[in-house]
Structures are given as structure tokens and as C-alpha cells.
């Protein structure tokens, strides 16, 4: 069951990095090519309205990241403090090469998401108990064959 739970989470992280980074794109051409850096939480400078949608992505995106991490016994502090480096490994990917805004509230909302994939672990060992990382896994599976098929989609349509 490791091993599958070892499979699922790369290529949850490979998925993660394509969204984040590389904007679900399938060209080079296609990647936007600014950066700009913004330190003030859940500020939004250009654009009219709070963003909620945006908010709610960072933070749905991160929470399989928690419940992977505590599928395989990773201890909660340290599953939400994994979350916050790879979030901020990411903001500052974005960055560094050029890819994007890169946001203190990515952050803060990826970082959260980790951590309600924390919260939801311990909700569902609740439920389930002993059969809480078969049932994970059966339900990570299905979203990432769906995943992996509309990737397969993207690429063929263009």
C-alpha cells in the first residue's frame, strides 16, 4: 500500500508543479514571461474584488498534499511544514525564472490546504478508522486517473 501511496503522491507533485508552475501548458511558448513579487496578504493590486477563486484553488491543491503525507505517517507538524516549503520552493520557482506572480497569499493558502489535508485525515480516521488509507487511496486513485486523462485530452487537442 506504500508503494502506491509513494506512486500517487509523484505524480500528485508532478501535477502540482504543471499547474503552479507551468500554468497547465503544454508550449513554452505558452508561459507567461514576467514576475512580480507581492508581500502583502491577500492583496490583489490589478484586479477589482476580493478572489476568492483563487484562494479556494491554492487551497484545494494542497490539501491531497496533507492527507498523502499523513497516509504515510508523517507527523502533522511536519506535513504542514512540508507544505509550506513546497509552496514557497514554488512562489519562489515563479520567481526566479520568470513564471508568474509570486504571492505571499500562495502561500498562506497552499500552506493552509496542507493543513485542512491534515484536519481531514484525522476527520476520517474518525469515521473509518483502520480502513482510513484504503479508502484514501482508492479515492486518490480515481481523481488521478481522471486527472491523468484530461491531461491526455489536453495533449492530443493540441
Given at each position: ?57 491554492n487551497l484545494i491543491i494542497f490539501i491531497p498534499f496533507g492527507l498523502y503525507l499523513k497516509t ?31 504571492d505571499i497569499t500562495d502561500l498562506i493558502t497552499n500552506t493552509t490546504g496542507a493543513f485542512i489535508g491534515v484536519v481531514l485525515y484525522f476527520l476520517l480516521k ?33
Amino acid at each position: 500500500m506504500k508503494k502506491t501511496t509513494h506512486i500517487l503522491f509523484t505524480i500528485y507533485l508532478f501535477l502540482v508543479i504543471w499547474i503552479i508552475l507551468f500554468k497547465l501548458s503544454v508550449s513554452i511558448d505558452q508561459l507567461p514571461h514576467f514576475r512580480s513579487f507581492n508581500l502583502i496578504p491577500f492583496y490583489y493590486p490589478n484586479k477589482t474584488g476580493y478572489q476568492i477563486r483563487e484562494v479556494l484553488d491554492n487551497l484545494i491543491i494542497f490539501i491531497p498534499f496533507g492527507l498523502y503525507l499523513k497516509t504515510l505517517n508523517i507527523n502533522s507538524e511536519r506535513t504542514v511544514f512540508l507544505g509550506f516549503l513546497l509552496s514557497l520552493s514554488l512562489e519562489l520557482s515563479q520567481y526566479i525564472f520568470c513564471l508568474g506572480a509570486s504571492d505571499i497569499t500562495d502561500l498562506i493558502t497552499n500552506t493552509t490546504g496542507a493543513f485542512i489535508g491534515v484536519v481531514l485525515y484525522f476527520l476520517l480516521k474518525k469515521i473509518f478508522k483502520e480502513k482510513t488509507n484504503k479508502i484514501i487511496l482508492v479515492l486518490a486513485s480515481i481523481v488521478t486517473i481522471l486527472f491523468v486523462s484530461l491531461i491526455f485530452i489536453i495533449l492530443v487537442n493540441n
